[in-house]
């Protein structure tokens, strides 16, 4: 079985500073791994995804994150945040021998961006 | 096109009861799943359907029930409703059962059991 830990429950930065989610997974198999994003009163929005390859993974709008076999970590970084990254963020792993998406989230981390 | 719809919105049901939650998928997606969100928690997954078939369940008592229709839509029913039912329900669709094939999430529906 899996488990994901998101050690911050709640990150708040200022406009334009840099952030880091962190998460760490635990697993006895290898895992594909996940950010998600909720903003408020809407559903969950995948933000990017690590299936296989390179181990640093980006998304469109600026986040990135690097899987870390060794510390089984999948932090979520950002440079330069904005207002409108405040949103709920999640990370999620999903056991690679399972072709099923039941994935296992952790408890997720609401980043707070201010003026 | 449409996006992941969920219904009712909102849902207010007394201990005991009875609840249908309803899934709409995206047009030419075959799975549905489905997963609680309880406040300040991540999601936690109940059931995954493909082409009518159940693929998986997580570790949620029988009270708990789920079926995907020929138009692939989906109910979730819960019997017996307890205080600790209450949370986001939320519903995902993919075109196949398969990672990497994205899960697209609906808005949810929110349930309170008083």
């Known amino acids: 079985a899996q488990s994901v830990t998101q050690l911050d429950s709640q990150v708040p930065v200022f406009e334009e500073a840099p952030v880091e989610l962190r998460c760490n997974y635990s697993?006895?198999?290898?895992?594909?791994l996940f950010w998600y994003v909720q903003y408020p009163n809407q559903g969950l929005q995948l933000l990017l995804k690590?299936?296989?390859?390179?181990?640093l993974v980006e998304s469109i709008n600026g986040f990135e994150a690097e899987f870390n076999k060794s510390q089984t970590s999948f932090h979520l970084r950002k440079p330069s945040v904005h207002i409108s990254d405040t949103a709920e963020y999640f990370c999620?792993?999903?056991?690679?021998?399972?072709?099923?998406?039941?994935?296992?989230f952790g408890p997720g981390t609401r980043l707070s961006v201010l003026p | 096109d449409a996006g992941v719809t969920q219904s009712p919105t909102h849902l207010i049901k007394t201990r005991g009861q009875q609840v249908t939650l309803r899934c709409s998928p995206i047009?030419?997606?075959?799975?549905v799943s489905w997963y609680q969100q309880v406040l300040g928690q991540g999601p936690q997954f109940i059931f995954q359907?493909?082409?009518?078939?159940?693929?998986g369940r997580g570790n949620f008592p029988d009270r708990f029930s789920a079926r995907q229709f020929p138009n692939y839509s989906s109910e979730l029913n819960v019997n017996a409703l307890l205080l600790g039912d209450s949370a986001l329900y939320l519903c995902?669709?993919?075109?196949?059962?398969?990672?990497?094939?994205?899960?697209?999430f609906g808005p949810g529906t929110r349930l309170t059991v008083t």
């Open positions: 697993s006895s198999v290898s895992v594909y």
């Open positions: 047009s030419g997606h075959k799975s």
């Open positions: 995902a669709s993919s075109l196949s059962d398969r990672v990497p094939y994205e899960q697209y």
């Open positions: 690590y299936l296989s390859g390179s181990t």
């Open positions: 999620a792993v999903s056991d690679i021998r399972n072709y099923g998406q039941n994935f296992v």
């Open positions: 359907y493909y082409e009518k078939e159940e693929r």
